[in-house]
């Protein structure tokens, strides 16, 4: 019975985000795997926009690997330098530029293997790019997926491969990549980090948080 009530919760709780954020979406702006491999290493530690701003610009003249590795690393830094960590993203992205033109034609591979064997890519940019470069099922947790999870007692994990593994078992496999987009614009608008905007929350009664005081 105890497991029907859960079910029938996280169903309501899906629902209500469904219902609650029904264009969500990724907020990096890319036209192919390789300008979104690139946005999602540029976006670890800074905000979706300011990854924007740099690569509107970026991605004009450089939209290939092979254009990309024509820069030096300082080159690519200078063009990068207002995004966080912009030093050794850029050494990152040319290393994984070289490996994408020796090993893989230019092109961006598919696999969790694959991916997560390219310099600055971890699990979650891995996860970003099989999810929305190419529509493969993945679950990507970043800061805000793993907060709202716990808040909504969707886990009680921290850290982000088992939150991932937690939020995979309980969510059904053709939803992950909706609802993780839901989580984070919820994430972003209104269960934010230090002051939530609890009074007009639609998942309020869902929510764990007063209890938990995360
Ligand atoms: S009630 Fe507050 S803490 Fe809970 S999910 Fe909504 S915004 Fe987040």
Redesign the pocket.
């Known amino acids: 019975m105890k497991k029907i009530d859960n079910n029938l919760r996280i169903r309501d709780i899906l629902d209500l985000l469904a219902r609650t954020y029904p264009d969500a979406h990724c907020e990096l702006n890319y036209r192919n795997p390789f300008e979104l491999l690139v946005a999602t290493i540029l976006s670890a530690q800074t905000t979706d926009q300011k990854v924007n701003q740099v690569t509107a610009e970026l991605f004009k003249h450089y939209p290939t690997p092979q254009k990309l590795h024509e820069l030096t690393p300082e080159e690519l830094g200078d063009k990068i330098r207002t995004i966080g960590l912009f030093r050794t993203k850029a050494e990152n992205i040319l290393k994984s530029c070289r490996i994408l033109i020796e090993k893989y034609n230019g092109q961006v591979p598919q696999t969790m293997e694959e991916l997560v064997n390219l310099p600055g890519v971890g699990r979650k940019t891995a996860s970003v790019v099989l999810a929305n470069a190419f529509g493969i099922p993945a679950f990507p947790v970043d800061t805000h997926v793993s907060r709202?999870a716990r808040?909504?007692g969707l886990t009680s994990e921290k850290d982000p491969e088992r939150v991932e593994k937690d939020l995979t078992m309980l969510i059904p496999k053709e939803q992950w990549i909706d609802c993780h987009h839901r989580l984070i614009f919820?994430?972003r608008r209104?269960?934010?980090a230090r002051k939530?905007?609890?009074a007009t929350?639609?998942?309020?009664s869902?929510?764990?948080?007063d209890n938990m005081g995360c």
């Open positions: 709202v808040r909504l919820h994430g209104l269960c934010k939530p905007q609890c929350c639609p998942l309020k869902y929510c764990l948080f």
